[in-house]
């Protein structure tokens, strides 16, 4: 069974920085597709960024620029840089995986995935 854990998220004010992490464990394939989603209070889900285990990247319009998502696969942890942020990125923040790659216009297509984590809070203050 897969499982994720996120980590990293807390409050921060506008223009600043933060580093969220998912941890993965309980799965061996070498090849596998993982992503962030977003979720703000009152909106659907969002696709922010994913990435391929041969590291094909997609970045969601909204943070391109800003956010940027990386992996250590020794470590099995996947990483989202976020710079420049603002109030619209509040929200709570997904890891998602599966055990497949995903095309590219999938990566950040929340259908697309079939594990998730508990998720991990990012305020951002005017």
């Known amino acids: 069974q897969v499982q994720l854990v996120e980590s990293g998220g807390g409050s921060v004010q506008a223009g600043g920085s933060l580093r969220l992490s998912c941890s993965a464990s309980g799965y061996t394939s070498r090849y596998y597709c993982m992503a962030w989603f977003r979720q703000a209070p009152g909106k659907e889900r969002e696709g922010v960024a994913g990435l391929n285990s041969d590291g094909g990247v997609t970045i969601a319009d909204s943070v391109k620029g800003r956010f940027t998502i990386s992996q250590d696969n020794a470590n099995k942890t996947l990483y989202l840089q976020m710079t420049r942020l603002t109030p619209e990125d509040t929200a709570m923040y997904y890891c998602?995986?599966?055990?497949?790659?995903?095309?590219?216009?999938?990566?950040?297509?929340?259908?697309?995935?079939?594990?998730w984590g508990q998720g991990t809070q990012v305020t951002v203050s005017s």
């Open positions: 998602a995986a599966r055990v497949y790659m995903c095309i590219p216009q999938y990566r950040i297509v929340a259908r697309t995935f079939d594990y």
